[in-house]
């Protein structure tokens, strides 16, 4: 099933926040009812379509523009695309906002930096910290929280159920509109 409108999820939010936790969640709940969805893992899409980048700001300004591009070209098929990458920098979100337009909800996991790091699901903060990986978000890097926000899900607080639960209802009430 396609979608009416035209959307793109764009998460963002610390390692550790729960972008592929949620991303996968509400990927398979929507599956379930008939509808198409490509996920843009951060982690999946460092390993493919941005391999050969790093994480300097050109870097990183360049991997949001690939993702936007790729979230705007399954969109415009009536795919809902779910951007799942940390997405640190209010500029790289005003870019991407530029290149989808209205068709992008911003979506900000708060967590924070403490809990991620107590989580350390992937032991990236111990390495951050240890100094054995430069330009980490949150420990060697910033991370600006969203200034405009669609919806914002607590993640450090909700558990997954009802966050992906606030999300499909987000969903239900601005894109498909159906009632949850
Ligand atoms: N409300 C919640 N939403 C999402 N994840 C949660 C929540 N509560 C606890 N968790 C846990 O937090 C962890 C989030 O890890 P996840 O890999 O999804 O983060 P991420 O944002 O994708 O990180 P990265 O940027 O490193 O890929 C998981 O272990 C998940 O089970
Ligand atoms: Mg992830």
Request: one cysteine or more; glycine letters at 8%; proline letters at 3%.
């Amino acid at each position: 099933m396609l979608l009416n409108k035209h959307c793109v999820l764009w998460f963002c939010g610390l390692s550790g926040s729960g972008k592929t936790t949620i991303s996968m969640a509400l990927q398979q709940q929507l599956v379930q009812e008939g509808y198409e969805v490509v996920v843009f893992d951060g982690d999946v899409v460092r390993k493919g379509i941005s391999k050969d980048l790093g994480f300097s700001p050109e870097d990183r300004t360049e991997n949001i523009f690939r993702v936007a591009q790729a979230c705007k070209n399954v969109s415009q098929r009536g795919v809902l695309a779910i951007s799942a990458t940390i997405s640190p920098y209010e500029s790289h979100r005003v870019m991407a906002g530029e290149m989808l337009g209205d068709t992008m909800k911003c979506i900000y996991l708060d967590a924070s930096l403490q809990v991620c790091q107590d989580r350390d699901v992937k032991g990236l903060y111990a390495k951050a910290m240890a100094g054995e990986i430069t330009n980490f978000t949150g420990v060697s890097d910033i991370f600006e929280p969203p200034q405009h926000p669609d919806l914002v899900l607590h993640t450090g607080q909700d558990s997954v159920e009802v966050c992906v639960r606030k999300l499909y209802q987000f969903l239900c009430r601005d894109v498909l509109g159906t009632t949850p």
